[in-house]
T-cell receptor, first 112, second 117 residues
Framework: AQSVTQPDIHITVSEGASLELRCNYSYGATPYLFWYVQSPGQGLQLLLK??????LVQGIKGFEAEFKRSQSSFNLRKPSVHWSDAAEYFCAVGAGTYKYIFGTGTRLKVLA | GAVVSQHPSRVICKSGTSVKIECRSL??????MFWYRQFPKQSLMLMATSNEGSKATYEQGVEKDKFLINHASLTLSTLTVTSAHPEDSSFYIC?????????????FGPGTRLTVL
C-alpha cells in the first residue's frame, strides 16, 4: 500500500542552524514527491516538488530536497534556519489519479 | 499564479444547520479539485475528488450524503456540510489541480475553520 512516513513529529533547532526533515515513502512506481509548509491556521504552500530528472531539487525560501530511490526517501534540508521557518511541514506522494498521500507532518520550532 | 481561494475562512453554525464552503481557482482552470479535512495537529485526510461536470469520488468512510460536493465550473467547487454536528467541526482545505500544466501539482486554498455549536 502507498504510504508516507515522517518519523519526526517535532523538531527544534536554533536559528542559523541547519535543518533536515525526514520523509520516507512506499510506492510501487516512480513517485511524484512534494514538500508543503503550513503556518498555523493557514493552507499549504508548496516548497518544492520532484517528478523526474535531477534528484536534488531546489525550492523556495532556501529549501532543497534530495530524492534517494534506494532509500525511498525525500528529505528536506535548509542550511540555515530562520525564525520565520517555524511551521508544520508535510511530505506528500502523488498516488495516481492526481491524488496525494500526506505524511503526518513535522512541527518545526526555531529557538532564537 | 496558481492561487486558490476559499470562502468563508471561518464559520460558526448551530447543530443541525447546513454550511457551504466555496473553493475557487483564481487564475487557472481546475479540472480537478480535492477536499481535505484536517483535525488539530494532524495531517490532511482526503475526503473526495471533484471533477468538473461529474460526480465527486469519495474516499472510504466519507458520507457522501453528509458532505455534498459540487464542481459546476472549471473555477469553482463547493462543499456543503449538511445537518452539521459538533463532530464535524474541523479545518477544511481544498486544493485544485491545474489541468493546463503537464506536472501534477495541487495548489491549496487557505482553509475554512468550521465550528459547530
Amino acid at each position: 500500500a502507498q504510504s508516507v512516513t515522517q518519523p519526526d513529529i517535532h523538531i527544534t533547532v536554533s536559528e542559523g542552524a541547519s535543518l533536515e526533515l525526514r520523509c520516507n515513502y512506499s510506492y510501487g512506481a516512480t513517485p511524484y514527491l512534494f514538500w508543503y509548509v503550513q503556518s498555523p491556521g493557514q493552507g499549504l504552500q508548496l516548497l518544492l516538488k520532484y517528478f523526474s530528472g535531477d534528484t536534488l531539487v531546489q525550492g523556495i525560501k532556501g529549501f532543497e530536497a534530495e530524492f534517494k530511490r534506494s532509500q525511498s526517501s525525500f528529505n528536506l534540508r535548509k542550511p540555515s534556519v530562520h525564525w520565520s521557518d517555524a511551521a508544520e511541514y508535510f511530505c506528500a506522494v502523488g498516488a495516481g489519479t492526481y491524488k496525494y498521500i500526506f505524511g503526518t507532518g513535522t512541527r518545526l520550532k526555531v529557538l532564537a | 499564479g496558481a492561487v486558490v481561494s476559499q470562502h468563508p475562512s471561518r464559520v460558526i453554525c448551530k447543530s443541525g444547520t447546513s454550511v457551504k464552503i466555496e473553493c475557487r481557482s483564481l487564475d487557472f482552470q481546475a479540472t480537478t479539485m480535492f477536499w481535505y479535512r484536517q483535525f488539530p495537529k494532524q495531517s490532511l485526510m482526503l475526503m473526495a475528488t471533484s471533477n468538473e461536470g461529474s460526480k465527486a469520488t469519495y474516499e472510504q468512510g466519507v458520507e457522501k450524503d453528509k458532505f455534498l460536493i459540487n464542481h459546476a465550473s472549471l473555477t469553482l467547487s463547493t462543499l456543503t456540510v449538511t445537518s452539521a454536528h459538533p463532530e464535524d467541526s474541523s479545518f477544511y482545505i481544498c486544493s485544485a489541480r491545474d489541468g493546463q500544466r503537464v506536472t501534477d501539482t495541487q495548489y491549496f486554498g487557505p482553509g475554512t475553520r468550521l465550528t459547530v455549536l
